[in-house]
Each structure stands twice: as structure tokens, then as C-alpha cells.
């Protein structure tokens, strides 16, 4: 009897200890398990943390009303959006916008900026950057001079792709086209992001000048910069 009572209490001794190494078990990959969710979700704040371009460059009329609340104490320039570029989540959101700024003197000569605007979460904005260029802006005319025309077409993509085959030292990818002119050939105003052909090297913001001529051939004429304050 003592016997069997020895067996059976060695049986009850042998469940106990593996349903405890069973909960050990089931413990031990938690944290794993929330390390990798922790991991998913740090990376998904750096990529919100990011640039994001956007699908439409409108300029609606609540862009248009940042850029004018933005701009309210500023003097001795007049600042007109073209083009929505991109956003950024922060604790709130910037706003990459570029804008035509014709500065308020005689014969001024109005250029292309980009604006960087930062809304907080209350609605409140600010510029937080200004990018100047020496890029005259486009403000429309007859046959021969500048027509405004937004957006991203295949005649300025195959220009800048052919452009692109005799040019070193960078890459040029567009954002959108400005506009063109009618010469002896066409040329092509383009918003690009450029990026030097060198190890670890940032990109930037540029208005490229794109000419091709009547047979095809296209070559890139100028490169202006942005350059922040």
C-alpha cells in the first residue's frame, strides 16, 4: 500500500513540475513577442516621422489661407503658392509648399522659394523655413515666352530622360513641370529633387531648365537651387 501510494505521489510530482516548465515556457516569449510589437510600432512613427510627398499638388483654398496667415507679418515680399510638396507628422504638421515670391520694390523680379510651414495641433501656423532661389518664377505670356503649365507630362518626363543620358555628377528626379516655352524647340521648366552622385549623399530641391530641339535631343540648360535663409 505504502508502495503504490509512493508511485502514485511521484506521478502527482511529475504533472506538477511539467505544467510549471509549460508556464515557464508560455512566459518566456511574452517579452519577445512585445519587443517585436514595440519594434513594429518604433518603426512605424520614424516613417511618420518622414517627408511624405503627396498625390495632388492643388493648391486649395485652405493651403492658400495657411500661406496667407503665415505670411501676415511679413513685409517687404508677397508670397504666392504654386504648388503642395509634401507634409511631414510631427506634433502637429509641417507643410512644404512652393511659392512665386515677387518682392515689394520697383522692378522686382519674382522668384520660386519653397515655403516650410508648421501647423500645430490647435490650428496655429508659422514658417519655420524659407528656400530661395534665383529660379525666375512663370507667370504666363504669348507664343515665345513662358506658359505656366503644372504637372508631371510625358513630353517633360521624356525630355528629362533624355536629358539625363549625357548628364553626370547628379540625378534629377521630377516633381513637377512648371512650364514650358516654344523657341526653336521647346524648352522645360521642372521641379526636381536632386541627388548628388556621391556616397551618402542628401537630396535637395532644384529648378532644372530642360531644352529639346526639334529632333528630340535634350539637354540640360540650367540648374537653380534652393538655398535656406
Known amino acids: 500500500m505504502k508502495k503504490t501510494m509512493k508511485i502514485f505521489a511521484a506521478i502527482v510530482l511529475a504533472i506538477v513540475m511539467l505544467l510549471a516548465m509549460t508556464a515557464c515556457a508560455a512566459k518566456t516569449t511574452t517579452p519577445q513577442e512585445t519587443k517585436k510589437e514595440a519594434t513594429t510600432e518604433t518603426e512605424k512613427e520614424e516613417v511618420d516621422g518622414g517627408w511624405d510627398s503627396t498625390q495632388s499638388m492643388e493648391i486649395t483654398d485652405e493651403i492658400r489661407e495657411m500661406v496667407e496667415q503665415a505670411t501676415a507679418n511679413m513685409v517687404g515680399a508677397n508670397y504666392t503658392p504654386v504648388a503642395y510638396i509634401g507634409r511631414q507628422i510631427v506634433n502637429g504638421t509641417n507643410h512644404r509648399i512652393l511659392c512665386k515670391i515677387a518682392p515689394v520694390t520697383p522692378e522686382a523680379v519674382e522668384t520660386y522659394a519653397i515655403v516650410t510651414i508648421y501647423e500645430d495641433l490647435e490650428g496655429n501656423v508659422k514658417i519655420t523655413e524659407i528656400q530661395n532661389s534665383e529660379a525666375e518664377a512663370i507667370g504666363g505670356g504669348p507664343l515665345g515666352g513662358w506658359t505656366e503649365e503644372l504637372g508631371v507630362t510625358e513630353a517633360s518626363t521624356a525630355a528629362l530622360d533624355k536629358a539625363m543620358e549625357n548628364w553626370t555628377g547628379a540625378s534629377f528626379k521630377q516633381i513637377t513641370c ?16 536632386i541627388t548628388p552622385v556621391v556616397p551618402n549623399a542628401e537630396s535637395h530641391f532644384g529648378i532644372v531648365i530642360i531644352y529639346e530641339d526639334l529632333e528630340g535631343n535634350a539637354t540640360v540648360s540650367e540648374v537653380f537651387d534652393f538655398v535656406a535663409e
Open 178 to 193: 512648371l512650364g514650358t516655352q516654344v523657341v526653336s524647340g521647346t524648352n522645360y521648366c521642372l521641379l526636381c529633387e
